[in-house]
RNA sequence: CGGGGUGUGGCGCAGCCUGGUAGCGCACCUGCUUUGGGAGCAGGGGGUCGGAGGUUCAAAUCCUCUCACCCCGACCA
């Protein structure tokens, strides 16, 4: 180092993990937009701050836990075989057009025009330039198969972000990407994705589990989610108590189940004057719910459709999307029911009705039901559904709930769980290889189409949900693996000499082993500073006091269980050491 | 996009109805006393009251417009 430099500081990185160099300011009272743990202790603990709507910063103990998290993704990815890149934040337009997604993606993809007139769009996802690089890459079936990544910012012009970091705008995420030469091929590697996430997963301290997937708009034709179980989850998932088999609710298979079987009748009308709901004719008529056809209408890809389930189960709107193979599926309005039926809300039912019908598995073959009659104030009875209004398929459209019984195995049923998605794997096929010529050459000379699969984990809403599943009244509890940092360094009294220089000597000790340790060289009441630690959520704290430095002994505690014991001062860093180490290494 | 709500110092809020010198708690700075689970006293710094326009002798307060943020709904990897 030239002689001319100042140097004030013995070391930087000393120094940077000492409390009062730290840009860190917790806060006592709650947030008053906050509504979800994750939030509220993220912003109390000082490891993120609101910019815009959606949009945070991320303070420096929060992205000490955002790199162990991409640490951990990329030594698991790379050690399957997989190889980061990184890839513009801007995509031109051209590409998404040739998907097809500068269309249908919508108003969620954020797009700007530069100062030329050029069209772009802030990466949501990149299926698109990925598959563009690897088209210009790859020629032959030699250099297949291929699995790339990137860890980046992606944005999503959410209708609502809410949650802090579970549901921004902003978010940090690895996106990864695969092409082989063929399906089987394709399906080895989103296992391997699939055993490699589960442990991610797993080395993070998370308690997750993996679910069958709707694929939603990204389109392909096989996926799983790994759901972080917690209470606060958006996502509703169904597992059976009996065998492995779980599914996200969007996705979530039924059991057949018996259709209704009334007594048969010719059809007749029955006047059920204002009563548009099944609730309200079924108490008008003394029926069961059970008895009456709920027709629902819907617009699909600018057509018009009945989805018909039985009138004691939900519609599930991502199976009958699934059905129907739309891109896009909505309620139809009230002037559109009106022109579909020819009669106001309430008062649709399939006899009659010209438009598609799309039928539930449970209505096959049912008799004797009830349904609007496609005129105000009116309904049919006795209506049997093969000779009133007979369809050649059907479909599972229900949606299920805890207790139904499990489709795959004898005697199990369902159970309801809350989850968080803080991962996704996708088997894609060629959806995209072929809208954009990704091909290869095979042993033949012959043009082949790549086949592809996309696997995707929220780095920050990973942080998020192993907040909502590790804290309690007092604040965070940070699995070691993810925690900014492992020990808390905490003298009660700083001013008190001898406690300073124990705490001083530790401290280099332990930074010396290695150990990522934040020093509370603060100034502050000794409540203060154990509050403080116990929001932060670091894993071990170790407390230094003048009463136990005069015995010789500081205070090792574990921020999860509560245990403490006491160390000899003069062994007390190779016990922390040890203790970290061995917690790390499980 | 529809419905509801809130913008006053870094954070949490009062003041607005009924116009008249901008307040409280936390945090921050100084000093003294305290010190093993969110101390006390004294002193201090910091706010064009989201923005623009209007009414008025006078606007945080009343009116109009606008922006931002939050909640509920539709939507969603």
Known sequence: ???????????????????????????????????????RLMLRAGLIRQVARGIYDILPLGLRTVRKIEAIVREELDAAGCQEVSLPLLSPAELWRESGRWDAYGPELLRLVDRSGREFCVGPTHEEVMTDLVRGNVRSYRELPLNLYQVDTKFRDEIRPRFGLMRGREFLMKDGYSFHVDEEDCRREYQLMYDTYARIFTRCGLDFRAVEADTGAIGGSGSHEFQVLAESGEDLILGCDHCDYAANVEKAELAVGEPGLFESSEPSEVSTPGAGSIED????????????????????????????????????????????????????????????????QGFAGPVGLEIELVVDLRLRGATGMISGANRADLHLSGIDQQRDFPVAEFHDLREAAAGDPCPRCNGGSYQAFRGIEVGQVFYLGSKYSEAMGATYLDTDGNECVMEMGTYGIGITRTMAAAIEQNHDDDGIIWPPAIAPVQVLLLPVKWKDDDTRAASEKLYEQLLAAGVEVILDDRDERAGVKFNDADLLGIPWRVTIGPRGVKQGTVELRERRSGESSDLALDSAAQHIVAAVSEALAR
Do not use: I, N
């Open 1 to 39: 180092m030239p002689s001319w430099l100042p140097c004030r500081r013995s070391s930087t990185r000393e120094s940077s993990m000492r409390y009062t160099r730290l840009l860190l300011q917790t806060v006592k009272e709650d947030p008053s937009d906050a509504e979800v743990v994750s939030h």
């Open 281 to 344: 004719v079924s108490a008008m008529l003394s029926e069961p719910a059970g008895r009456f056809v709920k027709t629902l209408l819907f617009v699909a890809d600018d057509r018009g459709v009945a989805a018909l389930v039985r009138g004691d189960d939900q519609l599930s709107e991502a199976k009958l999307k699934r059905a129907l193979g739309a891109t896009e599926l909505r309620m139809a309005e009230a002037d559109e029911v009106k022109k579909m039926s020819g009669a106001p």
